[in-house]
């Protein structure tokens, strides 16, 4: 049977796609791209937001009405946390919660009777990758959060932290590079917590991974600010773990990060800033911002974005607060109005732009290897342009003849321009320019 596996919301959700699509493979079924032409569909949905659970209805409805005959399973934090009104959409035929995710595949095979061999198993050794052409993966290493952010509905819905043994970690990120891929994300709820139930920590996994594999880039996920074991920094001495890490600030003031419940002050994660930075001069910290929570004052506004601007990002995901029901924040007093946080977003995306930009002009005139994507635009006078990122997480776009393929390989390019979203670069020895 073809299956057709499809995610929103997080890294996190998509490296369990990637998981499941090894896991279809591996008895016997096919993966593909084409809603239209499978026999089941997965779909891993969101809840991190209102707006995301609207997005997830609307998914189940559109992925229904595109084929109305497959099977459909519904897994993710909105399945988990409207598990009632999740299965009672048209088209759904098995509910898998945020508990049950690593049996998600024995549950489907077994209640859908889709177990028994299908006449052509895959052969040994076959790229499982749900997505073609991809030259990273992202390896999910935990799940669950121990904390309670007060806006956060993600930790109610994926439960008690559990992390996954160090060889096992190991095991999967060298069977990806024997399947050609160049670059390994790891990924958690709450990745910095990785390891507390197993007597380890995130720097025991990342040396691990640098120790026992040899997949050339190792990049991190989303990592809250406050938990950074001793060591950790040191570990970017090693070129291979990438120069870039994604830290959530959520806001730039201490009154409203203790509102939050946040546990990371604005002075501490300044002085990580200033030790990453230290470390590797060309690091790429980004970062997240929640525009207008409950009782922010102009002055609190203010302040959290001078420290922002004082602090510097690389780029920024910028949300405007609205309330989730089920946590601490939707009964909050004091909501701020829609009109002033339209403001108070307009004006943080136009400082995350000039950040975006004065990062970019910083990094011109330096070698970087580059990993370029099988993504290309064909040149007006023959050629391509080919797309990919520096370690520290720039996109860059290259120009090469006609005949050079550059898809999934690593070569040093020069940055030298800073064009419409992208570096433009030289590339390396022995690339002709197009």
Request: charged residues 25%; contains cysteine; negative net charge.
């Amino acid at each position: 049977m073809l299956i057709h596996l499809k995610t929103l919301g997080c890294r996190l959700n998509e490296a369990e796609l990637e998981t499941w699509a090894q896991g279809f493979q591996a008895a016997g079924h096919g993966i593909t791209q084409d809603v239209r032409e499978a026999g089941l569909v997965v779909l891993n949905s969101c809840a991190v937001t209102e707006d995301a659970v609207r997005k997830s209805r609307q998914l189940v409805r559109r992925t229904h009405r595109d084929n109305p005959a497959a099977k459909l399973v519904l897994s993710g934090c909105y399945a988990t946390l409207n598990e009632t009104e999740a299965a009672g959409l048209l088209g759904v035929d098995l509910i898998v919660g945020n508990g049950d995710k690593a049996r998600l595949v024995q549950k489907t095979l077994a209640e859908l009777n889709m177990d028994s061999m299908p006449s052509m198993a895959a052969e040994p050794g076959a790229v499982a990758l749900f997505h073609r052409g991809r030259q990273r993966a992202f390896v999910k290493v935990q799940d669950g959060c121990r904390y309670r952010c007060t806006f956060c509905i993600v930790t109610v819905a994926r439960g008690e932290e559990r992390s996954r043994g160090l060889a096992e970690i190991v095991d999967e990120i060298n069977r990806l590079q024997e399947q050609g891929i160049r670059e390994a994300v790891i990924t958690g709820v709450h990745l910095g917590g990785y390891g507390a139930d197993i007597d380890s920590n995130l720097t025991k996994l990342v040396t691990a991974i640098l120790r026992d594999t040899d997949i050339p880039r190792l990049r991190l996920g989303s990592l809250e600010p406050w938990e950074f074991s001793d060591g950790f920094i040191e570990l970017f001495q090693d070129s291979r773990l990438l120069p870039h890490l994604h830290l959530p600030l959520q806001s730039g003031c201490d009154s409203v990060l203790k509102r939050m419940a946040r546990r990371c002050k604005t002075e501490e994660f300044a002085a990580i800033a200033d030790s990453l930075r230290a470390c590797t001069p060309d690091f790429n910290i980004t970062t997240d911002i929640i525009v207008g929570f409950p009782g922010e004052t102009e002055a609190e506004w203010r302040a959290g974005f001078e420290f922002i601007e004082r602090v510097g990002f690389g780029h920024m995901h910028i949300f405007s607060y609205s309330p989730r029901a089920g946590t601490a924040a939707a009964s909050f007093p004091n909501p701020v109005s829609v009109e002033v946080k339209k403001s108070r977003s307009r004006e943080l995306h136009d400082l995350a732009e000039r950040m975006k930009q004065d990062f970019m002009r910083q990094n011109l005139g330096r070698g970087a290897n580059v990993l370029w994507e099988g993504q290309y635009q064909d040149l007006p006078g023959g050629g391509r342009r080919y797309f990919g990122y520096t370690p520290n997480y720039l996109r860059a776009a290259c120009d090469v003849a006609a005949g050079v393929d550059l898809e999934n390989t690593i070569s040093e390019a020069v940055l030298r321009e800073v064009g419409e979203g992208v570096v433009l670069c030289d590339p390396g020895v022995g690339l002709d320019r197009c």
